[in-house]
């Protein structure tokens, strides 16, 4: 049988909608199922491993930072990555043109950069791909 390999193509910026956190569970899930996945993030994607992002506290709450617990989407992609450091495997590349324009160089570890011309090869060699647009 041949190894499933799942590409998804992610555009979406960091917290402008709910679009990162299904594209996480749909990686999540594949590489609890075995199956090995490839991003590509593209635009506004490239955010979403940025390590320079932090947690913050809620003044309108009143609550620290340690109280308010945020999640950042740098610790969930570090988390995905960690899952996927053997098999399953799960590579993460970030289209460089797109890190350039944002300045988003400082990804977490394990996220590569690439071009468009690694997504197509990832999809040319996996079974199924998913492009997640923005709006």
């Known amino acids: 049988m041949t190894e499933k390999r799942l590409t998804l193509a992610l555009m979406e910026p960091p917290y ?20 090995h996945v490839n991003v590509f993030a593209y635009e506004g994607a490239v ?15 009143g609550t620290t930072v340690e109280e308010e617990e945020h999640p950042t989407t740098r610790a969930f992609v ?9 098999n399953p495997l799960l590579t993460w590349i970030n289209c460089g043109l797109c890190v350039d324009e944002r300045g988003a160089a400082n990804a977490v570890d ?8 690694d997504f197509l090869k990832m999809a040319q060699e996996s079974t199924n791909t998913l492009v997640i647009p923005t709006r």
Not at 18 to 33: D, E, G, V
Not at 78 to 85: A, H, I, P, Y
Not at 110 to 117: D, E, I, L, N
Request: aromatic letters at 2%.
């Open 16 to 35: 402008e909608s709910a679009t990162s956190t299904t594209a996480f569970r749909i990686i999540s899930a594949a590489l609890n199922k075995g199956i």
């Open 47 to 61: 955010c979403l491993a940025l390590k320079d992002q932090a947690p913050h506290a809620n003044p309108v709450k």
């Open 78 to 86: 570090s988390s995905l990555l960690e899952v996927g450091n053997g």
């Open 110 to 117: 394990g996220v590569k950069r690439g071009s468009p011309a």
